[in-house]
């Protein structure tokens, strides 16, 4: 089957990353075992399109996001092209291959100043490790820095006089991240509290961090940092539908139905952009600003305001 020739080839000519070469070699070996098992299919010359579409939709089946499918799919394209290349097949089954269609999930965007000011909401650990933990979510969002370039940061590639950190990103390809003088400041605290020799990022032994260590912090407190965000969403809704609900008792307090029928209107209208509001956060639909959501709340009093306010004056 030619890995090791495959392997060869992705590491270092393609220069992929050790985690993507690893990956790469996983799928492939579900993918044979699947040839083997299925169809006692155990050449490369033997594989064709019908076997490998059967195996794609064995995985969709089996409930396997179209996401991970379509990576699957990107490892066999990069292996066949390079069986294709040497020599080793005359065909490339991948050639009528369509990649299945995945769910978009959209991202939500925070502006920095907002970052900051949740941050500084969130509890963190006291000493070392709170301050360790607060500058890995900080460089994450603050510097769209990947999580190999993260824990690979040595002493030796701050510069602090420039306010940059060169890191070494995919494929090993250099290059010169800017960081905050905020972020500057939380770089000199860990290097004082710890004074790290090598790596910045250590745990409290003094041993450099790895990926699933890192990714159990960035769970535990962006967890938290959403949780910040939907109580800022609910203190604004709260406040305009409060609103509309003291409209309507006013407006049925003066006998003025058709204004107590259009708030009621209006406060089911903005009920439902609040439960929307909260599946946003899971990044399922558009997510709102503060201020977004603001405006929204005012167009739909707009919206209704003749019928409100049309016949009686709320008294303030």
Do not use: C
């Amino acid at each position: 089957m030619f890995i090791d020739n495959f392997q060869e080839y992705i590491s270092v000519e393609k220069r992929f990353s050790k985690n993507t070469v690893i990956s790469y070699l996983q799928d492939l070996n579900q993918f044979f075992k699947f040839l083997s098992s299925e169809y006692n299919v155990s050449n490369n010359t033997e594989i064709n399109f019908h076997l490998v579409r059967h195996w794609i939709t064995r995985l969709l089946e089996n409930g396997l996001e179209a996401s991970s499918v379509n990576r699957k799919i990107s490892t066999l394209k990069t292996y066949f092209r390079f069986l294709e290349r040497e020599g080793y097949v005359k065909e490339n089954p991948m050639f009528k291959i369509i990649s299945p269609k995945a769910k978009k999930r959209l991202p939500i965007f925070l502006e920095e100043e907002k970052i900051n000011n949740l941050l500084d909401d969130i509890k963190f650990e006291s000493g070392f490790k709170g301050q360790r933990d607060k500058l890995i979510i900080e460089l994450f969002y603050l510097t769209g820095m990947r999580l190999s370039e993260l824990i690979n940061i040595k002493i030796k590639d701050l510069n602090f006089n420039n306010f940059e950190v060169k890191v070494i990103g995919k494929r090993k390809k250099e290059r010169i991240i800017p960081l905050s003088d905020k972020i500057i400041k939380s770089i000199k605290m860990i290097i004082d509290n710890k004074n790290p020799e090598d790596y910045l990022f250590t745990n409290t032994k003094g041993d450099k961090l790895y990926n699933k260590m890192v990714y159990r912090v960035v769970v535990k407190y962006i967890g938290e940092l959403r949780t910040e965000v939907q109580k800022k969403y609910e203190v604004t809704f709260e406040k305009h539908i409060t609103e509309l609900g003291r409209i309507r008792e006013a407006a049925l307090s003066k006998g003025a139905f058709s204004a107590a029928a259009n708030a009621e209107v209006a406060r089911g209208k903005a009920a439902g952009l609040y439960i929307e509001q909260k599946i946003s956060l899971t990044g399922k639909i558009e997510d709102l600003s503060i201020e977004d959501l603001e405006a929204k709340m005012k167009k739909i009093y707009e919206d209704n305001k003749v019928l409100i306010e049309g016949e009686y004056t709320v008294g303030k």
